[in-house]
T-cell receptor, first 112, second 113 residues
Framework: ETGVTQTPRHLVMGMTNKKSLKCEQHLGHNAMYWYKQSAKKPLELMFVYSLEERVENNSVPSRFSPECPNSSHLFLHLHTLQPEDSALYLC???????????FGPGTRLTVT | GDSVTQMEGPVTLSEEACLTINCTYTATGYPSLFWYVQYPGEGLQLLLKATKADDKGSNKGFEATYRKETTSFHLEKGSVQVSDSAVYFCALSNDNTGNQFYFGTGTSLTVIP
């Protein structure tokens, strides 16, 4: 595998479910990011991890919980989501903050 | 604060037409500037970048020049193809503001045969 991979690519979950999104980067980068991309809205930065420390959390509801166990892996744990959380969730990584970011293909999440 | 403004879409062009997507920025100091492309059903891909004034980034026939005097980084291509249909995002990063990344809202391009 090369680049940034995300699993699953598609996820449908009920409002009471708990699920996790996984991101893995094979680029030797030190920073990882979660973004939310909704139709007709700008890209929203959710979380930033640098050297496995969370350095940014942009007022994201607590029903989204990130985890970065090492510099290559990033998870987004989801619980009791709302229909408005349906979106494309993109993971990215970079050599460091401010360097160009490399994106995964995204997970298309639908909350029913 | 820092920001990026890009032209509203959608843009529809015929194959082999010329493309310009405008992007202007607001930032202190000397940010780095980027263009990303997102094809349907995929994540964003870095298309090109420029890290200092007067630099020209280029890739796949696309070009953009970092113009500090006009705070612009317009994306251009001389002859578009159907396969260029995608959403294009302008972005900047600035070490003056903690290396945050700022994305524009995206411009959708459709090229018709």
């Amino acid at each position: 595998e090369t680049g940034v991979t995300q699993t699953p690519r598609h996820l449908v979950m009920g409002m009471t479910n708990k699920k996790s999104l996984k991101c893995e980067q094979h680029l030797g980068h030190n920073a990882m990011y979660w973004y939310k991309q909704s139709a007709k809205k700008p890209l929203e930065l959710m979380f930033v991890y640098s050297l496995e420390e969370r350095v940014e959390n942009n007022s994201v509801p607590s029903r989204f919980s990130p985890e970065c166990p090492n510099s290559s892996h990033l998870f987004l744990h989801l619980h009791t989501l709302q229909p408005e959380d349906s979106a494309l969730y993109l993971c990215a990584s970079s050599h460091g903050r401010g360097y160009e970011q490399y994106f995964g293909p995204g997970t298309r999440l639908t909350v029913t | 604060g820092d920001s990026v403004t890009q032209m509203e879409g959608p843009v529809t062009l015929s194959e082999e037409a010329c493309l310009t997507i405008n992007c202007t920025y607001t930032a202190t100091g000397y940010p780095s500037l980027f263009w990303y492309v997102q094809y349907p059903g995929e994540g964003l891909q870095l298309l090109l970048k420029a890290t200092k004034a007067d630099d020209k980034g280029s890739n796949k026939g696309f070009e953009a020049t970092y113009r500090k005097e006009t705070t612009s980084f317009h994306l251009e291509k001389g002859s578009v193809q159907v396969s260029d249909s995608a959403v294009y995002f302008c972005a900047l990063s600035n070490d003056n503001t903690g290396n945050q990344f700022y994305f524009g809202t995206g411009t959708s391009l459709t090229v018709i045969p």
